[in-house]
C-alpha cells in the first residue's frame, strides 16, 4: 500500500521560504567577504585583526548558506512540481529561464574581468561552464574558473534534471519511507567523507584558489563540496520533506524551536573537522527549520520571514549570490590603494582600522544588494517573461517562494 499522493494535499503559500533565502545568501556574502581580511595587512597569512576575527567567527563556515539553498531547492520543487498536469520540457524551460540568463551574464563579466588581467580562461573551461558542466571535474581552475560561486548552478541543473524522477520515486514511499530518505541522507552526509573522500588521492597543484589541505586534499574537497551526486543528498532530502509537509505526515518542532536547533548546529559545525563543516553540521537542523517556516506559512503561526521586506530581499537573493564575488573582487583590488591614497591608510597593504571593517562591510553589502536589485529588475524578471513557456499550464497550488539557485 502506498502512502496518499501527497500532489493533492495542502496547497498554500510559502513566503517565509522566499525570505529564508536571504539569509542562506548572506551567509554566503559574509563567508566571502571575511576572507578579504580587511583588518590584516596585506601578506600576514597568520595573523588576523580583532575585526576579522569576529567576522571569521560568524562568517567562517558560511558555506552552509550554500547547503541550506540546497535542501531548499529540493523543498520548493517537490512542493510546487505537479506531474499530471505539467511536462517535463515545460519544468525544464522554467528552470532554465530562472536561473540561465542572470548565470550568463555573471560568466560573461567574469571572462571580461579575467581577460582584463591578461589571463585568458581557456576555450574548455568556457565551455563547460556555458553548459553548467563544471562541478563534474575535480580541478579547482575549473570549477572555480571563472565566477567561482557558479559551480552551485551546476548542481542546481542536475537537479532540475533529476527532480521530475526524483519525485515520482519519492511519492511512491510511505511517510516512513520519506523520513528515512531524509535521515538517510544526513548520515550520509557525515560517513561518506570519510570513506568515498578518503579512496582517492590526488596530487596537489602548484596553485591553489582554496587550500584542500584542511580537508584531506583536492579530491575530498571536491567530493565534500562540489560534487552534484554528493550535494544531491540536500536536495533529495528537501524534496522528501516536502511531501511529508505536503501530506500533512510531518512531524517536526515549530518556528521558535527550530532557530534554536539551527543556533545550536551552527555552533557545533564550527568545533567539526573541517570536511563536515560544509553541510553535515547543519543539515538536519536547516531542514528541520525549512519545515517548520513551511507549516508556520500554511497554518497561520508565527514566522519572522514572512513580511514585505523579507520576501523582497528573497526575490533578488538569487542576483545578490551569482554577482556579490566579482563586486567584491573589485573591492578587494581597489579599496586600500584608494584609502592610501586618501591618507586613511600608511600604505596600500596596510590594514584597516578596526573602527572602519563594520562600516566598509556594511557598504560591500548594500553595494552588492542595490546591484542584485538591478540585475532582478533588469535582467532576471524581463528574461523569465521572456523565455518561460507561452502556454500556461494547468492551474496549481499558489506558492510564492521561488526555488533558491
Keep these: 500500500m502506498t502512502s496518499p499522493d501527497p500532489a493533492a494535499a495542502r496547497p498554500g503559500r510559502l513566503d517565509s521560504l522566499t525570505g529564508l533565502r536571504w539569509w542562506a545568501a548572506l551567509l554566503v556574502f559574509g563567508e566571502h567577504v571575511a576572507a578579504l581580511r580587511l583588518g590584516t595587512r596585506v601578506g600576514e597569512e597568520d595573523e588576523r585583526g580583532p575585526a576579522d576575527d569576529v567576522l571569521h567567527f560568524l562568517f567562517g563556515t558560511g558555506t552552509i548558506g550554500v547547503s541550506c539553498f540546497f535542501i531548499l531547492s529540493g523543498f520548493v520543487l517537490a512542493w510546487t512540481y505537479r506531474p499530471e498536469t505539467d511536462t517535463l520540457g515545460r519544468f525544464w524551460q522554467r528552470r532554465f529561464a530562472k536561473i540561465y540568463p542572470v548565470y550568463f551574464v555573471s560568466t560573461v563579466l ?12 581557456g576555450a574548455g573551461n568556457v565551455a563547460l561552464h556555458l553548459v553548467l558542466l563544471q562541478s563534474w571535474t575535480p580541478d579547482q581552475s575549473v570549477y572555480f574558473g571563472l565566477n ?7 548542481c542546481e541543473a542536475f537537479f532540475y534534471l533529476i527532480l521530475p524522477f526524483l519525485f515520482l520515486g519519492l511519492r511512491r514511499l510511505r511517510p516512513a519511507g520519506l523520513y528515512a530518505v531524509a535521515a538517510g541522507a544526513v548520515v550520509l552526509s557525515f560517513v561518506l567523507p570519510y570513506t568515498v573522500g578518503e579512496l582517492v588521492r590526488l596530487p596537489y597543484p602548484e596553485e591553489e584558489i582554496i587550500s584542500t589541505a584542511p580537508v584531506g586534499g583536492p579530491f575530498a574537497y571536491w567530493f565534500t563540496y562540489v560534487f552534484p551526486l554528493f550535494r544531491a543528498l540536500e536536495f533529495a532530502a528537501g524534496a522528501a520533506v516536502a511531501l511529508l509537509v505536503r501530506s500533512g505526515r510531518w512531524r517536526g518542532p515549530r518556528v521558535p524551536a527550530a532557530l534554536a536547533v ?5 555552533l557545533a559545525n564550527l568545533a567539526l573537522p573541517p570536511r563536515l563543516q560544509h553541510e553535515a553540521g547543519t543539515f538536519l537542523p536547516f531542514v528541520l527549520l525549512i519545515a517548520a517556516l ?21 526575490e533578488i537573493s538569487y542576483c545578490l549570490y551569482v554577482f556579490q564575488l566579482l563586486l567584491l573582487a573589485v573591492v578587494a583590488g581597489g579599496l586600500r590603494p584608494a584609502l592610501a591614497a586618501a591618507g586613511l591608510l600608511a600604505d596600500a597593504d596596510a590594514a584597516l582600522p578596526t573602527w572602519l571593517v563594520g562600516p566598509v562591510v556594511l557598504a560591500c553589502l548594500l553595494l552588492c544588494t542595490t546591484a542584485a536589485w538591478a540585475a ?30
Design 376 to 405: 532582478y529588475r533588469w535582467i532576471e524578471k524581463p528574461m523569465m517573461r521572456r523565455l518561460r513557456p507561452r502556454t500556461p499550464a494547468a492551474p496549481e497550488a499558489p506558492v510564492s517562494a521561488r526555488t533558491p539557485a
Design 262 to 266: 539551527c543556533a545550536a548546529g551552527w
Design 148 to 154: 567561482p560561486v557558479t559551480w552551485s548552478l551546476s
Design 294 to 314: 513551511a507549516v508556520a506559512d500554511l497554518d497561520g503561526g508565527w514566522s519572522p520571514l514572512r513580511g514585505r521586506r523579507m520576501r523582497f530581499l528573497g
Design 110 to 121: 567574469a571572462f571580461v574581468m579575467f581577460a582584463g588581467m591578461g589571463q585568458v580562461p
